[in-house]
Structure formats: structure tokens, C-alpha cells
């Protein structure tokens, strides 16, 4: 079974950054898909960003220019450097790693920025 774990979440104030981390294990193969998405209390999860095996990378309009998207192919790890934060992006962020035709979903990382 694959297992995905993010990190990195905390309090911040705005105009801060954080940098969250993603991490796979349970599965040799190379992820083809890992995006990153948000839930707020009382709203529904949405899209962040992502980026595939080969580098294409994906932004949500709200987030573009703010936060930047990375990834290790081999080792099935993505980071979301996190800056100019503002209490818009207080949410409950989870990684989505896309291995062995499945999605698999983290527990989810708490970021919240303070006004």
C-alpha cells in the first residue's frame, strides 16, 4: 500500500511563507500525478497545484506567483513553497500522489495565517 504523509504546515502571519512537504512510500514506481489541494472549514476541497512526471506544472489563479510546486521523481517526495501568505490560504492542505492507477491521499497538513 502506498502511504503519503505532509509536513510543514503551522501558524504563520501574512506576508509569510511555509514550505510544505509530500511524501510516498510503499511503492517503487514513479508517481504520475502529485497535486496539492486545500480545505477550508465549511468549504469544499479544492485545487492548489500540481505537477506530473515530466515537469508540467499547474497552478490554481489563486495561488500563481505566490506559491511554487516541486518534485523528486525518484523518491515520489513534492514540496509547495508558500509565500506572501495571506489568511485566504488558511486551510487544511493534502497531498495527492497518483501511483498504481489509485489516488492516494495524505492526512492532510493545518496551515493557518493570521491577519
Known amino acids: 500500500q502506498v502511504q503519503v504523509v505532509e509536513s510543514g504546515g503551522g501558524l504563520v502571519q501574512t506576508g509569510g511563507s511555509l514550505r510544505l512537504s509530500c511524501a510516498a512510500s510503499g511503492s517503487t514506481s514513479s508517481a504520475s500525478y502529485i497535486g496539492w489541494f486545500r480545505q477550508a472549514p465549511g468549504k469544499q476541497r479544492e485545487f492548489v497545484a500540481s505537477?506530473?512526471?515530466?515537469?508540467?506544472?499547474t497552478y490554481a489563479d489563486s495561488v500563481k506567483g505566490r506559491f511554487t510546486i516541486s518534485r523528486d521523481n525518484v523518491k515520489n517526495a513534492a514540496d509547495l513553497q508558500m509565500n506572501s501568505l495571506k489568511p485566504g490560504d488558511t486551510a487544511a492542505y493534502y497531498c495527492?500522489?497518483?501511483?498504481?492507477?489509485?489516488?492516494?491521499w495524505g492526512q492532510g497538513t493545518q496551515v493557518t495565517v493570521s491577519s
Open positions: 505537477i506530473t512526471q515530466s515537469g508540467s506544472i
Open positions: 495527492d500522489v497518483y501511483l498504481n492507477g489509485r489516488h492516494n
